[in-house]
């Protein structure tokens, strides 16, 4: 006997977006303004042209290690010792001695008052970023995030309900923070701003005046710092890095670092938020973040185990950043090809692994930056990124990075050079 319920069960239950036969299942809305184009769609199809036997030089990411940069030497002794013990896992906040590593780096970085209590570890940066944005926004609360930026903080930003503001950086003034677009944009839902020095993409490095004139900026209007401080270990040109954190001790600043780049480690995937600076009427805040940290369980604990030995050597970096040295002499090499290019500018960039060059869109009649990186990865076989990644809205940039071999630089300098003498957009 048929049950007589069925069909009104099935009623209920059956998903509402059929055709035909098939079920159409989409991605949620939150998602409808993220994005990560740095491997994104035109990645894929560098994938694609791989699968099919085409060797593709891949600029669009900084990862020394994949063109050969080495690991330290005491990374490597440092995780043979700490293997046995790396199985299990570690506090959720971190590894002690990782934490108290890291609160040690910054107290000679005059960062005041910071104890391992106020280090987390993360699988990475970027985790950590989405976990401090996730605990910390409500929908519509707004965060000021230069243009361009890393991706990411926007897409974080989006997905913890946030709205991302975009500031200005300034081309004509190395680009700095345009201090009166900053103060433009502040709105009575604006509760953070996101500072990113060392800068990806641009590499500017910002001075001390710039960085306290923020302070003042998040002091004013009562704004919690999100400070970017991946590249602090890879200032080329002798500059001195400035840390909201060190400036402003009245201010709460999350500072975000890692090893990532300093110590070519891209692939261990460790990273680090320190909480600084007036914590008082953030105890809420913080009881989130340890929610959430705990509810990942904890970070990698082989990568956290080789943070202590890691803080121990810079050698290796900083002998690379003097002329010479190997990113010295490909970002001079990148620099000076680039802009012998007829339509291509660029301001010299002093640290991180990135230019950031301007192209003369009317030369060659660019309306949309992302096909003119898709176009030369076709025909040249070189990945890119546009513009548009750091939601920067003009189709005239694009980013790309300096780490590959001499050899190779030269290479994709002649490719680009080729490849613009004949084209234009239709």
């Not at 991605?27 to 990645?43: E, F, Q």
């Not at 890692?258 to 891209?266: A, T, V």
């Not at 620099?335 to 301007?358: E, Q, R």
Request: with cysteine; glycine share 6%.
């Amino acid at each position: 006997m048929k049950n007589p319920g069925f069909g009104f069960f099935t009623a209920l239950f059956v998903p509402r977006s059929w055709n035909g036969d098939t079920m159409t299942i989409g991605k949620s809305t939150k998602l409808n303004n993220v994005r990560y184009d740095i491997r994104g769609p035109i990645a894929d199809e560098a994938d694609r042209l791989e699968r099919e036997g085409t060797h593709i030089i891949r600029l669009n990411t900084g990862n020394p290690a994949a063109f050969g940069a080495k690991i330290p030497l005491s990374i490597i002794e440092s995780l043979s010792e700490n293997a046995k013990t790396a199985a299990a896992y570690s506090n959720s906040k971190g590894l002690y001695k990782a934490r108290e590593a890291i609160a040690g780096y910054y107290t000679t970085r005059g960062i005041a008052d910071i104890t391992a209590d106020d280090v987390y570890t993360g699988n990475g940066v970027s985790e950590l970023i989405q976990l401090s944005l996730m605990a910390f926004l409500n929908p519509g609360d707004e965060v000021l995030i230069p243009t361009p930026d890393y991706p990411l903080w926007t897409a974080a930003t989006i997905l913890s309900g946030g709205k991302a503001v975009h500031y200005i950086c300034d081309e004509q003034a190395n680009w700095y923070p345009d201090i009166a677009d900053i103060s433009h944009k502040i709105t009575p839902r604006t509760r953070a701003i996101v500072l990113i020095s060392p800068n990806n993409p641009t590499g500017a490095v910002y001075p001390r005046d710039v960085v306290e004139q923020i302070a003042e900026i998040a002091r004013k209007h009562k704004l919690v710092v999100f400070s970017d401080e991946v590249y602090d270990r890879v200032i080329i040109d002798n500059l001195e890095h400035v840390s909201m954190a060190a400036i402003a001790p009245d201010l709460l600043t999350l500072v975000f670092n890692g090893l990532s780049k300093s110590h070519n480690l891209c692939g261990y995937r460790v990273g680090w938020m320190a909480l600084c600076g007036d914590k008082s009427g953030a105890s809420e805040y913080i009881s989130g973040i340890n929610l959430l940290v705990s509810l990942r369980l904890c970070a990698n604990v082989t990568g956290q185990s080789i943070i202590c030995a890691a803080l121990d050597d810079f050698k290796n970096t900083q002998a690379s950043l003097k002329p010479g040295g190997w990113i010295y002499d490909r970002r001079e090499c990148m620099y000076k090809a680039l802009t012998s290019i007829p339509g291509i500018s660029a301001v010299k960039p002093s640290a991180a692994l990135y230019i950031f060059p301007k192209i003369d869109t009317a030369m060659y009649n660019i309306k949309d930056d992302e096909q003119f990186v898709l176009d030369f990865l076709r025909e040249k076989h070189v990945l890119l990124t546009h513009g548009r990644t750091y939601n920067w809205k003009q189709p005239d940039h694009f980013r790309v990075t300096y780490i590959p071999t001499m050899e190779e630089l030269l290479e994709v300098m002649d490719r680009f050079e080729d490849f613009l003498k004949g084209y234009r957009q239709i």
